[in-house]
């Protein structure tokens, strides 16, 4: 017997960030934004995190791999190599399950925020992780980088370009 999966996403979290700024502008603005939190004058939301996620992707690419990267659409390439670099290492030498989720989670961030930046849409919360939700469509962006790390043929950049289809 096979139980059907119910998926639930909550309503999309609206920007509270220009996503047209440099990653060095947002970085600020993340930082000033956290400055209120810790003093309590702000509530976090789960786009702060996905946004400092996206932001450690930035530094960790260009750390190890030599490439820079922002949120722009002529990114997407480079971004796509990233990830085949990461899905080529992780195969060849699993990496343990902390690094390996923390790197998702980066790499979701990033890709949201492309999406989001260039695409149009909003984060929000489901019951499988963080999504974007674009002209309608639930995008479930962590699944696909994640299924892409480990192994899977359809890349993100593909999902992308369907999403502008869309």
């Known amino acids: 017997m096979s139980e059907e999966l119910k998926i639930e996403v909550g309503e999309p979290i609206p920007n509270t ?14 930082s000033e934004a956290m400055t209120k939190v810790r003093t309590g ?7 702060y995190a996905m946004l400092g996620y996206a932001l450690d992707y930035i530094d960790f690419v260009r750390n190890n791999m030599n490439i820079t ?27 343990p399950a902390d690094f390996f989720n923390n ?3 980066s790499a979701t961030g990033f890709f949201g925020i492309m999406v989001i930046k260039n695409l149009g849409g909003n984060w929000a919360q489901s019951n499988l992780g963080m999504t974007v939700i674009h002209n309608g469509t639930t995008a479930f962006v962590m699944n696909r980088v994640g299924r892409f790390l480990q192994g899977g043929e359809d890349d993100p950049g593909t999902f992308y370009n369907h999403l502008k289809e869309n």
Not at 17 to 30: G, H, I, N, Q
Not at 77 to 95: G, I, M, R, V, W
């Open 17 to 30: 960030f220009d996503y047209s700024l440099t990653p060095t502008e947002l970085d600020k603005k993340l």
């Open 41 to 47: 004058q702000a509530v976090p939301t789960n786009e």
């Open 69 to 95: 990267l922002d949120f722009g659409e002529e990114n997407l390439a480079d971004y796509c190599k990233t990830l085949e670099a990461l899905q080529k290492s992780f195969a060849q030498n699993p990496p």
């Open 103 to 105: 790197v998702l989670k």
